[in-house]
Each structure stands twice: as C-alpha cells, then as structure tokens.
C-alpha cells in the first residue's frame, strides 16, 4: 500500500512503532526516529551512509533508491546495536536491494517484473521494471523506474498545495559473481531528478545528477562469516526557483550549485564462539568532500558580481571500529554488549560573499572575513556503548531492556555555513520554518544516553494470532545542538545559530495485532494497530524540540482470501500544541483519515488499487513546516497542507 501511495522509499516505514517523516518535497522525505530526526538517524543505503550534498537537504539518502527496487527495509528505533551504525542518536534506517539472483547448474535464468502506477491527484504517473539473466556462476541485472507528478492538492477546500511537482529516472545495473560460498555484487547506477518542487523552502531542486559504483563481497569461512563493501558516488546538485516561485533565467532566480564526491569501505566479521556466543568485528571508513557555491545573477547588485563560496573544498570523514558479543546464557537470556569508536575529522577552505565592498553584501563581507580568520579544523572523538538483555519470561512474554550512550558530531553545515545575511542565511536550512540559519565551528559532538524497555506479549503458539508490545524510552542528549536567535528579520523569521545545548527526549511505543478469523471459506481476517507519544524540552531554552510528532496511532483491518488482499486503514493524529517557538513552529489540528486499499494477483498479473483521504479531509502536517511555496497565491502563510483525496492504481506483471 505504500509502495502504490507515493514513490518515497520512506512510506515503507510509515506503520512502524517510533517513526515518522518530514520535507518538503515528495521523492524521500527525512526519517524521524524516537523523535530523533535526520542527521541523527543512521540512513544506510546498500551499506553507504549518504550525506544530502544540499543546505536544504534536498537529496537525502533515501531519494536515491525507488521502492519498487527495495528488497528489505529495516528500521531500528532507539536502543540500536553498534553493529548497525554509529554517529547517530536515534536510531537506524537500513535498505538493500535485493541479492543477485543465479540459475541452476546447466540451466539459464531470465526472469523480470514491470509496474506501471498513476495516482490521480496531482495526475502522478511512473513505470519501473526490472530483468535479470543468469546461469549458476554469473548474474546481470538492470533495473530502471520513472515517476513524475504535478502539484498536489490538499483536503476539501485548501486547494492546489504549490511547488509539489517533481519528476526522477532512476537506473543500475548489478553484475553478480557466484561460488561456493562466496558472492561478489558490483552495482552501477545512476539517477537524474531534473525538477523537483520543494513548498516549505525558498527554493527548488532544479537538477541532481548521483551517479555511484557500489562493491559487496559476502563469503562463509570454517571460523565464520566475512563481508566487504565499498563504495563511490559524485553528486552534482542544482538549486533554484521553478515556476511556481516566479521561475529563472539569467537574471532572474537565484542559481546555487553543488558538488560532492563520496568513498568508503565497510568491513565486517561475524565469528560464532561456541554454541551459545557470537562476536562481531567491524571498521569502515566515509568520506565527504563538498563544494557548495552560488554563481552571480546577471545585473543583480545583491547576488554580484562574484562567486559566493558557501561551503569551499569542505570534508567531512568518519573512521569508525567496533565490537560486539552476543551471548545466549540460557533458552530464555540472553544479552547483547558492544563497543564503538568513531573518529570524524572535519574542515574546509576560505569563503567569499557576492562582494567585497558592496553595502549590500556588506553583513556577508565581515562575515567571511571572520571565518577565514579563523581555524576551522577540528576533530570528534566520539565512544558508542550499547547493552540490552532479553528475557523470555514464559511462553507468552518477553522483557527486553537496556542502556545505549550514542554520539553524533556536527554535520558540515551545522559548522561551517558562515553567511549572515537575510538573503544568504535564509538559504540554509533543511527545517522547512523559513528561518536563516548560521554554523557554529565550536560545536561540539552530540551524546544522548538512553534507557528503554520492550514488554512483549504474545501467542505462546506457532500460530501467532495475537500480540502486544509495548516500548517506553527516555532520552538525555548532553550538547545536543539547537539553535539561539541572533535577530529578527522584517518578515518576522529570524536569524539563528546552532548551538549545543541540554535536551531530553521521552516517550513510548505500542503496537500490536489480533486475528479476528481464519477460515478456509473467509481467509484471514487480522487488526493490527499502532500507536507513538512522543515529547522533548530544550533544558537551556525551555522550548519544546522542533520536529516532535504529536500522539498519532493506526488501526488497520487486512484480510486476505486466495489472490485477493484488503485492508481498511484509520490515521489519527492529535493536535500539535507543543512547539519550538524559538523557531515559530506552527501548530497544528488533529485529524483522522480512511485509507482503503486492495490488491488481485491473476497468474503473473498483480493489480493493485486504492484510495487515500477517502473523505477528502482537510488538514495541515505536524511536521511539515509552512507552505513558503503558497505565500505569493494565497497572501499568507500558512502550515503545509496534507494531501486530499487520491485515486491510485497499478498493474505489475512477473515473468
């Protein structure tokens, strides 16, 4: 059902107890963990941790794989395993695509599957596939989708939500080697966003170019198991206003331009000790280098006549190792400790604003001169613990708990983005709020120290008819970096700087599932229902935390009977009262919305059908942030509005 709503890889998380998702443009919005958003999530994709090359973070990790090309999305909430990704707090996002896929000894295997999808608001179309041919030691598979939309229209009476558009081609190719016991996969891709409309921010992605290589070794050895990857990626990225802000030309806009270039390697091994223990070693290494500057406009005063150089020849690169023991004391204990270091080493070159003597850049001038006076290389010494124990107390409960202390240093725009300006700070930002935005090099590493417990009950039966889990966690984050007002601009936003402070973040987690009837002549008919809470203060301010979701559950009925499949889905969110207001984040009304949903499978056929908003329902996104894009049509500005109603279909076929 996600897969058929909305070509973000992020819907496919959308039911998963503790997440939730922002942005302000539709291809892959930012995943929120516990609360813990973005930057401080592990996105992992194919086993590269992808930095968005964009001061809005337009192009996050998870915009450069298309759902139809997932094979197993995964995501782990709070106390996460060092094993899984340090330089983090919340959690871990983590997707592959699937394994190349081999034929029998003599034998010859080719075999594909095509999708076709249109959903009727915003009239959003795409197609994607997939063929792969192979004999028992060689694999080739390509795969390729496209998907376009225009603007979206929200509930009854909102009316056209602007700067919603988009359009991406995503394509690769994956050449597999196999023997024994040893895999080698080598992927090779490309995608092309040529316009991608973004309504909470001043400006459009009018191009993004990720072209990557992608290695994975996997072998099993007589003391264990062993895998290697590495990986590179260039990122061209481009950024300006699309027609709906007022369009560009060569004197009009405001062109900002990006290139970064990715690499690295990730090494693991997994060593049994015996029957009841296991021990996992890793090291891996990323690397960032970002250029991030902005061309003249042609006869402007204010964006000329030179270059401004917004991030210079930046790097950010992370060495991280780590161990791990897993211990199974007894049928029903056991207990996981692990160790992690990370090293992140950071800096960038000299800046320079559209002027040097212009009264207009004038703000910008000082304002680079001061940070090239300065020493920007610094150094993050970061220490990762996590310790947890499972209890299978009877036959029908678990009691899982455990401690975590995670770390996360400060991304290169957090430290580095120097402009003070109205014009030039307001283009930094990935918050969606309309706020100008100033790095901070003294920032220090985040370190959040968490506790949780996870109370599963269950159906002490292979059947598994029923189940409730049941997860509260506290959260004490030490420099978890905030923001503090330097001014106000005469539009009412301000001018902020990140800045480490004290927060704390708490909550709880439930989900859980009942089957109401299984039969030969009905099927199955199961409830599955979802609820999170979550709330976070800024101990200094005294502000709640920017992006915190407000209490939102899901009730959903499936069934299933033979080819066909149902499900009926009830969204509840509360209002949003508790806000940031350093930032002036809009509060929100509650809502509830019907998602119907079903699908047919006919022999290779698959047809797949549904309706979101079923009532048409009106209401503003928690965490959407305002709707910058509608300001110019509707004189105001307002909370970014949710979609409307939407009729979606689509046909796949396998062979």
Known sequence: MSRLSSPDVSSLFRNQPGFSSYGGGRLANLPVLNGMADDRVATIVDGVRISPACPNHMNPALSYIDPDSVQTATSIAGLTPVSSGGDSLGGTIDVERADPRFARKGKILVTGRVRGTYRSNGGAYGASGSVTVANHLLSIRYTGSYDQSGNYRGGAGMGTVHSTNYLTYNHAVTVGLHKDNHLVAITVGQQDTPREGFANQYMDMTNNRSTFVNGKYTGSFDWGTFEARGYWQRITHAMDMLADKGGHSATTGMPMNNDSRLAGYSLKATIPLGRFHTLKLGSGFDHVGLNDWWPPLQGSMMMGPDTYHNINNGHRDRL?????????????????????????????????PYSWTGMMNMTDAMAARAFNARNRGRTDVNFDVTAMARWKVTDSFTLEGGYARKSRAPNLYERY??????????????????????????LKSEIANTASV?????????????????????????????????????????LLQFANHNAQTYGINASGHYTLWDTAQYGKGEVTGVLNWVRGQDEVTHSGLYHMMPLNGTVAVHETVGHWTGRVEMNFVKPKDTVDWLRGEPRTAGYALLNLGGSYTWKMLTLDAGIDNVLNQPYYLPLGGLSLGDTRYIGTTRALPGMGRSFNISLSATF
């Open 320 to 352: 991280g190792h780590y161990t791990e023991w897993e211990a199974h004391w007894t049928p029903r204990v056991s207990t996981l400790l692990g160790f992690r270091n990370d090293l992140i080493m950071m800096n960038t070159g000299d800046v320079a």
């Open 454 to 494: 996870t109370l599963d009950w269950h159906d002490p039966t292979a059947a598994n008819r029923w189940g409730l889990t049941v997860q509260p966690y506290y959260s004490y984050v030490r420099n978890y970096i905030n923001v503090v007002q330097l001014s106000t601009f005469s539009n009412g936003h301000h």
């Open 417 to 442: 983005a120097w402009g003070r300006g109205t014009m030039s700070s307001s283009m930094i930002g990935w918050f969606g709020d309309g706020n100008g935005y100033v790095g901070n090099v003294d």
